[in-house]
């Protein structure tokens, strides 16, 4: 049976980084780091330099993911980029990283599903490689998040940062193999009649926090559930969880539900804030990379977003 399996994480973080007092004071902002830390956890975040373009994030990122993986550019077969900030509607983000690897095959596309477009290209990806048509792909979630923020609207604008986070999903044949590694299952969900409460209105974020916040903890934890069921797994079976990170009240609840104490589950939204699509895997590549996630450590990912959409992803390292 052929498996996804991920054989490189990387993450990239712009190089400037602003406190919420940085960024009150910057944006003349009527707010404290009280009222934010206190509701979200968030204590900073990176902000992209001028003409630091989505596409330069998400390279850094896969280099780093390649070189972790041991892979060539060239051996890359596909990249699928989520992002809710792309460079430009076309050519796509994923076939502007594509140049910049120097990558000359194969194929590479963008996937729109906000804050769960990782998850989602996590799921195509491994659809694509269970089916045989690629053996290694480049799953990318970048984000210039902090382009699309109104800075009059105090209510989104402290919340998001930028970043870009990447594995390479290698093909394994695992043969017959009773605990394969690998993506194991993944779990994608949207309902369009909620696309109001979270959206890009006139090219900026528009979202109303307490009716997200709702929805957030309800089909994060059905999600979680589904993932867990469709895999004939306990909870206790998961080590950790590595959610997407927008609100340390939303990330704690996910962890209580599961019944893991909270050093098993990777938290990066007090440095990085929400960096959408990009969340995700530069959670998962700082905890691969200090050592925390080990070779064979049963994983649980899960996110929501604008669409809205929502998803859970399991993967065995
Ligand atoms: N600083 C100070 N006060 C602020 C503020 C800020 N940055 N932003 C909003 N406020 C004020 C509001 O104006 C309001 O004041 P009022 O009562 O005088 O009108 C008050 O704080 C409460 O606002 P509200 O939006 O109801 O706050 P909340 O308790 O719901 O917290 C969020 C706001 C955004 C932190 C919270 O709703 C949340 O985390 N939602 C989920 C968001 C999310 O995860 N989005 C991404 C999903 S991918």
């Given at each position: 049976m052929?498996r996804?399996?991920?054989?490189?994480?990387?993450?990239?973080?712009?190089a400037?980084?602003?406190?919420?007092?940085?960024?009150a004071?910057e944006?003349?902002?009527?707010?404290?780091?009280?009222?934010?830390?206190?509701?979200?956890?968030?204590?900073?975040?990176?902000m992209?330099?001028?003409g630091e373009?989505t596409?330069?994030?998400?390279?850094?990122?896969?280099?780093?993911?390649?070189?972790?993986?041991?892979?060539?550019?060239?051996?890359?077969?596909?990249?699928i980029?989520?992002?809710?900030?792309?460079?430009?509607?076309?050519?796509?983000?994923?076939?502007?990283?594509?140049?910049k690897?120097?990558?000359t095959?194969?194929?590479?596309?963008?996937?729109?599903?906000?804050c769960?477009?990782?998850?989602?290209?996590?799921?195509?990806?491994?659809?694509?490689?269970?089916?045989?048509?690629c053996?290694?792909?480049l799953?990318?979630g970048a984000e210039a998040?902090?382009?699309?923020?109104?800075?009059?609207?105090?209510?989104?604008?402290?919340l998001?940062?930028d970043?870009?986070g990447?594995?390479?999903?290698?093909?394994e044949?695992?043969?017959c193999?009773?605990?394969?590694?690998?993506?194991?299952?993944?779990?994608?969900?949207?309902?369009?009649?909620?696309?109001?409460?979270?959206?890009?209105?006139?090219?900026?974020?528009?979202?109303?926090g307490?009716?997200?916040?709702?929805?957030?903890?309800?089909?994060?934890?059905s999600?979680?559930?589904?993932?867990?069921?469709?895999?004939?797994l306990?909870?206790?079976?998961?080590?950790?969880?590595?959610?997407?990170?927008?609100?340390?009240r939303?990330?704690?609840?996910?962890?209580?539900?599961?019944?893991?104490p909270?050093?098993?589950v990777?938290?990066?939204v007090?440095?990085?804030?929400?960096?959408?699509?990009?969340?995700?895997?530069l959670?998962?590549?700082?905890?691969?990379?200090d050592?925390?996630?080990?070779?064979?450590?049963?994983?649980?990912?899960?996110?929501?977003?604008?669409?809205?959409?929502?998803?859970?992803?399991?993967?065995?390292?």
């Amino acid at each position: 049976m052929i498996r996804a399996v991920i054989a490189g994480t990387g993450g990239y973080l712009p190089a400037r980084s602003l406190t919420n007092d940085e960024l009150a004071a910057e944006f003349n902002l009527d707010t404290s780091d009280a009222w934010i830390s206190e509701r979200t956890g968030i204590r900073r975040r990176h902000m992209a330099a001028p003409g630091e373009s989505t596409a330069d994030m998400a390279t850094a990122a896969c280099r780093a993911a390649l070189a972790q993986a041991g892979a060539e550019a060239s051996e890359v077969d596909a990249i699928i980029l989520a992002t809710a900030t792309p460079d430009s509607a076309f050519p796509s983000t994923a076939t502007r990283v594509q140049e910049k690897l120097g990558v000359t095959r194969g194929f590479s596309f963008d996937i729109s599903a906000a804050c769960t477009g990782f998850i989602y290209a996590v799921g195509v990806a491994d659809s694509m490689i269970r089916a045989g048509n690629c053996r290694n792909v480049l799953v990318v979630g970048a984000e210039a998040f902090t382009r699309i923020l109104d800075w009059t609207d105090r209510g989104t604008c402290v919340l998001f940062g930028d970043g870009a986070g990447a594995v390479l999903l290698r093909a394994e044949d695992a043969g017959c193999a009773p605990n394969p590694r690998g993506i194991l299952s993944t779990h994608l969900h949207s309902d369009g009649r909620h696309g109001d409460i979270l959206q890009v209105e006139g090219g900026l974020v528009r979202m109303a926090g307490r009716e997200v916040f709702r929805h957030a903890v309800s089909k994060l934890a059905s999600a979680v559930d589904e993932a867990l069921a469709a895999n004939g797994l306990a909870k206790s079976d998961v080590q950790w969880l590595v959610p997407h990170q927008a609100n340390l009240r939303i990330i704690d609840a996910m962890g209580r539900k599961l019944g893991l104490p909270p050093e098993r589950v990777v938290v990066t939204v007090d440095r990085h804030a929400n960096t959408s699509a990009a969340s995700i895997p530069l959670a998962l590549a700082e905890a691969v990379r200090d050592g925390r996630i080990k070779a064979g450590d049963m994983v649980l990912m899960e996110a929501i977003g604008g669409g809205l959409t929502w998803g859970a992803a399991l993967a065995r390292f």
